[in-house]
């Protein structure tokens, strides 16, 4: 079975950093796409950051700020975050694509998330 862990949350100060990781194991590659999304209070869960081989792509909210890499050897991915604001609190899910041959064609894997909360 696929299983994808987050670790790294916790509270932080405005201003300070935190680096997430994500653990996949089972029939998953973190060679495939993956990437990290979240989700706060009452809001929709958003994309922060996507890594797709050489390719990366991040939210206009965290641009700057964060990074996403990936360490295939250990099967994993990281996101770096620094300069963090308190509207970047929120549950953090690491995301694995997964493409198939029945429709819809892909399905996607989530980790349990990890919290994130930047306050004072």
């Known amino acids: 079975q696929v299983q994808l862990v987050e670790s790294g949350g916790g509270l932080v100060q405005p201003g300070g950093s935190l680096r997430l990781s994500c653990a996949a194991s089972?029939?998953?590659?973190?060679?495939?796409?993956m990437a990290w999304y979240r989700q706060a209070p009452g809001k929709e869960r958003e994309l922060v950051a996507r890594i797709s081989g050489s390719t990366t792509n991040y939210a206009d909210s965290v641009k700057g700020r964060f990074t996403i890499s990936r360490d295939n050897t250990k099967n994993a991915i990281y996101l770096q975050m620094n300069t963090l604001k308190p509207e970047d609190t929120a549950v953090y899910y690491c995301?694995?694509?997964?493409?198939?041959?029945?429709?819809?064609?892909?399905?996607?894997?989530w980790g349990r998330g990890t919290q994130v909360t930047v306050s004072s």
């Open positions: 089972g029939s998953i590659s973190t060679n495939n796409a």
């Open positions: 995301n694995a694509e997964r493409y198939i041959t029945v429709t819809p064609y892909r399905r996607d894997y």
